[in-house]
């Protein structure tokens, strides 16, 4: 039997950077995975991939709509989707191996297997039983059943299906107007299919701030994808190359049916703590499936912690990141801190989507005054150069005291130019603080400064 000061299950990012982390803080280590390769759902089936297949139908877009208008003549590309998806594997490879040389400097041991709990201080692993004396679960999360829809990863996919597809579809239906279908959706919109989101909600991207919804909903009809609103799937019929999507309309509760090649269910995730045996260990969970932890990532049961997906929070990779980061430290004996007033959220279409902190909806339920600074790219020399002059900054701060209280992006490169304004509330700016502060021109980043203007005597470009 070996033993460690700690043991993580599960090596996505937030089991990776949290065994990472603990090694660096002088913990012996250990890691549990039962994939063949660390890094879980994000980088072998999530972000990585989607990201890698984003870019390059990003660049095919590019060379069929902008090329030519900036003097790069000839023949736009054809796509050859065997290579695309081999650039995605590649792109996989060279991250999870990345992860596996940090553990090995870092000198953590993979546990290869499917971890249980048999009692506090013990992971089980195959029939190997290893003591811990404390016990890290990041065991992630897995896509949300939805009654009447049958997966089978060929014809209704969900994400992980939908990054391996044999061909792109002719007809793609997306059920969920989140974050997943939005991303997975512009990629095949992109390469050539006739795209309809099918949402049960009014607005797409819940919970983000409603005149982005907007925008944003606005912007992608404008590339071709097409939206059925207020509408809840009561099934899918598939065969071997086809399916069928029958849904009811909220208003008037008319049925309809549409047909499709693929339909990619993408109505969210749950967190994935099968097998584990929490419930002989009496560990507390939430309703919704989470485990219930303190301040200190510490579940009711003494020396087990929980991070990430598989406990309350937005579900983010970066959210675990930092959870990972803390609990390594409340273990080591330290003080872990994680501020989740300013956790960002992007999403990775074109343009990008952005946000942190407050919005306008959220802070008008708490009755408390705010001003709203806005500027728009369509007033970025750089971003007029670069055909990316849709969307906008807008920044909201305290109408009292001109602290920031969110942000919220829709533009080119949106994801880069948020960590700008995070940093900012980190230390409490104002936004006259992010105005007073020289930006290099010709950037896009000028457009946080404009609108942090505006915030005060008003925007100097618009």
């Given at each position: 039997?070996s033993s460690?000061?700690?043991?993580?299950?599960g090596s996505?990012?937030?089991?990776?950077?949290?065994?990472i982390r603990?090694a660096?803080?002088?913990?012996?280590?250990?890691?549990?995975?039962?994939?063949?390769?660390?890094g879980g759902?994000c980088?072998?089936?999530g972000?990585?991939?989607?990201?890698?297949l984003l870019?390059?139908?990003?660049?095919?877009?590019?060379?069929?709509?902008n090329?030519?208008?900036?003097g790069l003549k000839g023949?736009?590309?054809?796509?050859d989707?065997?290579?695309m998806?081999?650039?995605?594997?590649?792109?996989i490879?060279?991250?999870?191996?990345?992860?596996?040389?940090?553990f090995k400097k870092?000198?953590?041991d993979?546990?290869?297997?499917?971890?249980?709990?048999p009692e506090a201080?013990?992971?089980?692993?195959g029939?190997d039983?290893h003591?811990?004396?404390?016990?890290i679960?990041?065991?992630?999360?897995?896509?949300s059943?939805?009654?009447?829809v049958?997966?089978?990863e060929k014809?209704?996919?969900?994400?992980?299906?939908?990054?391996e597809?044999?061909?792109?579809?002719?007809?793609?239906?997306v059920?969920?107007?989140?974050?997943?279908?939005l991303?997975?959706?512009?990629?095949y919109?992109r390469?050539?299919?006739?795209v309809?989101?099918?949402?049960?909600?009014d607005?797409?991207?819940?919970?983000?701030d409603?005149?982005?919804q907007?925008?944003?909903?606005?912007?992608?009809?404008?590339q071709?994808?097409e939206?059925?609103m207020?509408?809840?799937?009561q099934k899918?019929?598939?065969t071997?190359?086809?399916?069928?999507?029958t849904?009811?309309?909220?208003?008037?509760?008319?049925?309809?049916?549409?047909?499709?090649d693929v339909?990619?269910?993408?109505?969210?995730?749950r967190?994935y703590t099968?097998g584990?045996?929490?419930d002989s260990?009496?560990?507390?969970?939430s309703e919704r499936?989470?485990?219930?932890?303190?301040?200190?990532?510490?579940t009711?049961?003494?020396?087990i912690?929980?991070?990430g997906?598989?406990?309350?929070?937005p579900?983010?990779?970066?959210?675990?990141e930092?959870?990972g980061?803390?609990?390594?430290?409340?273990?080591?004996?330290k003080?872990?801190?994680?501020?989740?007033?300013?956790?960002?959220?992007v999403?990775y279409t074109?343009?990008e989507?952005a946000?942190?902190g407050?919005?306008e909806e959220?802070?008008?339920?708490?009755?408390?005054?705010y001003?709203?600074?806005?500027?728009s790219?369509m007033g970025?020399?750089?971003?007029?150069a670069?055909f990316a002059?849709d969307?906008?900054?807008?920044?909201?701060?305290?109408k009292?005291?001109?602290?920031i209280?969110?942000?919220?992006i829709?533009?080119?490169s949106?994801?880069?130019l948020?960590?700008?304004i995070c940093?900012?509330?980190?230390?409490?700016?104002?936004?006259?603080d992010?105005?007073?502060?020289?930006?290099?021109?010709?950037?896009?980043?000028?457009?946080v400064r404009?609108?942090?203007?505006a915030?005060?005597?008003?925007?100097?470009?618009?």
């Amino acid at each position: 039997m070996s033993s460690y000061d700690v043991i993580i299950i599960g090596s996505g990012p937030g089991g990776y950077v949290c065994a990472i982390r603990c090694a660096q803080l002088g913990l012996k280590v250990a890691c549990v995975e039962g994939r063949e390769t660390l890094g879980g759902t994000c980088l072998n089936v999530g972000c990585i991939p989607s990201k890698a297949l984003l870019h390059a139908s990003h660049m095919l877009h590019e060379a069929e709509h902008n090329f030519a208008a900036m003097g790069l003549k000839g023949k736009s590309p054809s796509v050859d989707w065997k290579q695309m998806l081999s650039y995605k594997q590649d792109t996989i490879d060279t991250n999870t191996k990345g992860i596996e040389f940090l553990f090995k400097k870092n000198k953590v041991d993979w546990i290869k297997g499917w971890a249980s709990i048999p009692e506090a201080g013990k992971v089980k692993v195959g029939d190997d039983v290893h003591e811990a004396k404390n016990i890290i679960i990041a065991s992630g999360s897995e896509v949300s059943p939805l009654k009447g829809v049958e997966v089978d990863e060929k014809v209704v996919v969900t994400s992980t299906g939908a990054l391996e597809l044999t061909k792109v579809p002719k007809k793609m239906v997306v059920i969920g107007a989140g974050v997943i279908g939005l991303e997975l959706g512009s990629v095949y919109k992109r390469l050539g299919a006739e795209v309809t989101v099918i949402e049960y909600l009014d607005a797409i991207t819940p919970g983000m701030d409603g005149e982005v919804q907007k925008s944003f909903q606005r912007l992608l009809k404008k590339q071709g994808m097409e939206f059925v609103m207020g509408a809840a799937v009561q099934k899918t019929e598939a065969t071997k190359t086809k399916a069928k999507v029958t849904y009811k309309l909220k208003k008037d509760d008319s049925e309809h049916e549409i047909d499709a090649d693929v339909v990619l269910l993408a109505t969210g995730r749950r967190p994935y703590t099968e097998g584990l045996g929490l419930d002989s260990l009496g560990v507390e969970m939430s309703e919704r499936g989470q485990i219930k932890v303190g301040k200190d990532w510490q579940t009711n049961v003494k020396g087990i912690y929980a991070i990430g997906d598989c406990i309350d929070g937005p579900m983010l990779a970066h959210k675990a990141e930092d959870e990972g980061m803390a609990a390594a430290e409340q273990v080591a004996g330290k003080h872990g801190h994680v501020n989740y007033g300013v956790i960002p959220g992007v999403i990775y279409t074109h343009p990008e989507v952005a946000n942190v902190g407050e919005t306008e909806e959220t802070l008008k339920k708490e009755g408390r005054a705010y001003k709203v600074g806005k500027f728009s790219f369509m007033g970025n020399g750089r971003a007029k150069a670069n055909f990316a002059a849709d969307g906008f900054v807008k920044i909201i701060v305290d109408k009292e005291t001109d602290r920031i209280l969110g942000a919220h992006i829709i533009g080119p490169s949106a994801g880069d130019l948020i960590h700008e304004i995070c940093v900012a509330m980190e230390f409490g700016a104002s936004a006259e603080d992010l105005a007073l502060t020289c930006h290099a021109h010709p950037t896009y980043s000028e457009a946080v400064r404009e609108a942090a203007l505006a915030c005060g005597d008003g925007p100097i470009h618009s």
